[in-house]
């Protein structure tokens, strides 16, 4: 008896059965990958803020202070300046020594403290474009230089007093707390008065823990260091991370004293990122939360739905009511 065998194969309705359940196969995996990425991206923004926080108290353990927020966006870090009152750069700049960020914090030393020369407004150019990684949180952009709107002399652009203009700066996705009430400071004093302590905001007002020359110590906040912000994310504009053009809270150098790129405020609830003009609030690239360091250096995830009254409580450090669950 002969036997006939027909070839194997498959129908097209096998294949295209077997298509149909790889596209399923692959519609389900991708939300758990991506779910994944974003976790541990979330999980590394959480690191850099703990990193800030270890920081933070080490300067305060080193000087019996935090660091200041600095004078104004027309004044960059000074490293013959020292801490406190007398330091024109941002919280940002006084914490590079206890990031392992030693040779930046010194660029543009001239040993002269109340003269500022054309040296030291070129190597703190050259150190305006330097990007630190713990700066940035990964859900937004790399760490690398962004464009920086340019603008010629103090007063008519963001170039500031003791730095030569530059076309990309060093940005920072964190912001440090500034309190329950918005206390604007402005672009700084000139050189002459700043040098003699003089053209200063009235910052008696100001209720947070960073603000213009301010010196917050752990042990003379009322509300306790584990009911008050010290570090957060700053809410921002997507479709401006690489570019340069989130006017007022992403526009300076992470190490300027600035008012809206370095501090946030909790007037108002925090947002995730939108491009939806809004400047001062914390917030995050996270989907409905946002990351902060407490005073006592804990990092706490918080829910942007968090109740008003709580987040303003959290912000300020002295209004001595008690603090909700959060």
Request: contains cysteine.
């Amino acid at each position: 008896m002969r036997t006939t065998r027909h070839p194997r194969g498959f129908t097209l309705v096998e294949l295209l059965v077997v298509i149909a359940i790889i596209g399923t196969l692959v519609g389900l995996l991708l939300p758990a990958v991506q779910s994944a990425r974003e976790a541990g991206r979330r999980t590394s923004c959480a690191n850099n803020l703990k990193q800030l926080a270890v920081a933070a108290q080490m300067h305060e353990n080193t000087h019996q202070y935090l660091p200041s927020a600095g004078w104004g966006w027309y004044w960059m870090g000074d490293p013959d300046r020292g801490t406190g009152m007398k330091q024109p750069g941002s919280w940002a700049y006084s914490l590079l020594p206890y990031l392992e960020q030693q040779a930046l914090y010194r660029m543009g030393s001239d040993d002269q403290p109340d003269v500022i020369t054309d040296a030291q407004k070129a190597e703190t150019a050259e150190a305006a474009q330097m990007a630190v990684s713990v700066f940035y949180c990964s859900s937004r952009r790399f760490a690398m230089p962004y464009e920086h709107p340019r603008g010629g002399e103090p007063g008519s652009g963001l170039q500031t007093y003791n730095a030569n203009d530059t076309g990309v700066v060093g940005k920072m996705d964190y912001a440090g707390n500034g309190g329950d009430t918005v206390v604007m400071w402005g672009a700084g004093p000139a050189p002459a008065d700043g040098f003699a302590g003089n053209g200063f905001a009235d910052m008696s007002g100001a209720n947070g823990v960073f603000y213009q020359r301010s010196q917050v110590r752990l042990a003379s906040i009322p509300d306790g260091t584990s009911n008050t912000y010290l570090i957060g994310e700053k809410h921002l504009w997507p479709n401006s991370y690489e570019f340069g053009d989130n006017y007022l809270t992403d526009d300076h150098c992470f190490l300027a004293g600035d008012d809206l790129d370095t501090v946030c405020w909790t007037n108002v609830l925090p947002k995730q990122d939108a491009d939806d003009g809004e400047i001062g609030r914390f917030g995050s690239a996270h989907m409905n939360v946002f990351q902060v360091t407490l005073c006592d250096g804990s990092v706490r995830t918080v829910a942007t739905a968090i109740d008003l009254t709580t987040h303003q409580r959290l912000g300020n450090r002295k209004d001595r009511k008690v603090v909700g669950q959060f």
